[in-house]
């Protein structure tokens, strides 16, 4: 259908199924195990707004003018929303992530760049706006052995180095935050991807250069020997003695994580389940936002500029978003519906979704009554029924 006709994420997502390949419609949608977590993301909203939290409105406030850019990071955002890293952007279009890049200039929206992406992350910034921000998503010490090697600690300092080298340098380029993926020490079984065999001309796969890639099961594993096991907390001032760049980690599921979290003195942290693609039956971001933000509070620990807490997981409206915000969290990332837009519609998709997000954005403050994000205050959601364990 012409793009014209496309009125929500949700419409994005059928039509990438409808165009893409059957592997890489396999590789995006799949999710591990059941995909329960999968279903869960959505479904947590949807609870929110059909039976258990609801929006407390207020009225009578002149919202003629309104205003939903944000900071993230310290970073100028055109909305509380960032494009979270997605792996292999070429299965879904020729131009891959640039299409991302390039919407994301247009539009003032900052884009977080996956380490397994199609582009490589020069080709991405050297096609960035100037002033165009960017995050980096960072796999862990990119171990270039197996993950089932019993050789794996005669890597690592030298996959050490190459971290350090490749951190140093997005942070030359400009790089504004450094999130690592906690989530992910082993990956996930996406059975619907793994019915899939990889090729070599798969994705334009930069990321195999050099790799022990496994073909014969899945794009997802086919990639997965980057990851290492070993990375542990004792790993984070190591991060924090190569760069300046503020380090986020991405994937924290618990109140006790999140605390660690801040005593370990990072400046943020993705309360994400990774879209459903990691351990099936873990929660919803945005109930882990709830249990996070008492426990912080409890600690006298206060999240500010000096630590952000971001959400992810089945973001697809507006309203998802200013729930989230009103709960505590900075801003959410967003992942498929972007990668489904371009796969569809390719930089037009991207732009599209992003102006849908601005209307919702626009329809929902108003009549909530909030006409900045700094007026979404916790009693604008009633959310007793998420706190209530
Ligand atoms: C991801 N995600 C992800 N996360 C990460 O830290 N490194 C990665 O390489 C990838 N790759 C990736 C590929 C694909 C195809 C998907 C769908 C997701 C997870 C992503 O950053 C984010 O956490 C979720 O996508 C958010 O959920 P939604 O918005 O997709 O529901």
């Not at 009225?59 to 509380?80: A, C, E, F, N």
């Not at 996930?188 to 019915?195: A, L, N, T, V």
């Not at 190569?242 to 994580?257: C, R, V």
Request: hydrophobic content about 40%; glycine content about 8%; overall charge neutral.
């Amino acid at each position: 259908p012409p793009l014209d006709n496309i009125i929500n994420m949700h419409d994005f997502e059928v039509v990438a199924r409808a165009v893409l390949p059957e592997k890489a419609w396999a590789y995006y949608s799949s999710a591990s195990d059941d995909e329960i977590t999968l279903r869960e993301n959505r479904m947590a909203y949807q609870r929110i707004s059909q039976n258990r939290v609801w929006f407390r409105p207020r009225i009578l406030r002149d919202v003629s003018t309104l205003d939903w850019s944000t900071k993230i990071l310290g970073q100028k955002s055109s909305l509380p929303v960032y494009i979270s890293a997605t792996a292999l952007g070429k299965l879904g279009h020729p131009d891959g992530e640039l299409t991302l890049t390039r919407a994301a200039a247009n539009y003032g929206v900052i884009q977080m760049i996956a380490t397994l992406a199609s582009c490589s992350f020069d080709d991405i910034l050297d096609a960035a706006a100037p002033g165009q921000i960017f995050f980096l998503q960072l796999p862990l010490f990119l171990s270039s052995s197996s993950s089932q090697s019993p050789m794996i600690r005669r890597y690592v300092n030298r996959d050490r180095e190459i971290t350090r080298k490749y951190v140093q340098h997005a942070e030359a380029r400009g790089i504004k935050g450094l999130f690592i993926t906690v989530d992910a020490p082993q990956l996930g079984r996406r059975e619907k991807d793994m019915r899939m065999k990889f090729v070599d001309d798969d994705a334009g796969a930069e990321v195999q250069k050099g790799q022990d890639v496994k073909k014969d099961q899945g794009v997802a594993r086919a990639i997965s020997s980057f990851i290492d096991p070993s990375l542990s907390w004792k790993d984070i001032p190591w991060f924090q003695s190569i760069t300046k760049m503020p380090i986020i980690l991405k994937g924290i599921a618990t109140a006790e994580d999140a605390i660690l979290a801040y005593e370990a003195g990072v400046q943020g942290i993705v309360l994400s389940n990774h879209g459903g693609r990691q351990l099936d039956t873990s929660r919803s971001g945005i109930e882990v936002l709830v249990e996070v933000v008492a426990a912080l509070r409890l600690r006298g620990y206060r999240p500010g500029p000096h630590f952000e807490i971001y959400v992810d997981g089945g973001v697809r409206r507006a309203s998802d978003v200013l729930k989230a915000i009103a709960l505590g969290a900075k801003a959410v990332g967003v992942g498929r519906p972007f990668l489904y837009a371009f796969c569809a519609y390719g930089q037009a998709g991207v732009e599209k979704a992003i102006q849908i997000f601005r209307d919702e954005f626009e329809m929902n403050m108003r009549l909530l009554g909030a006409r900045t994000l700094d007026e979404l205050v916790p009693e604008m959601v009633d959310a007793s029924a998420l706190s209530s364990h």
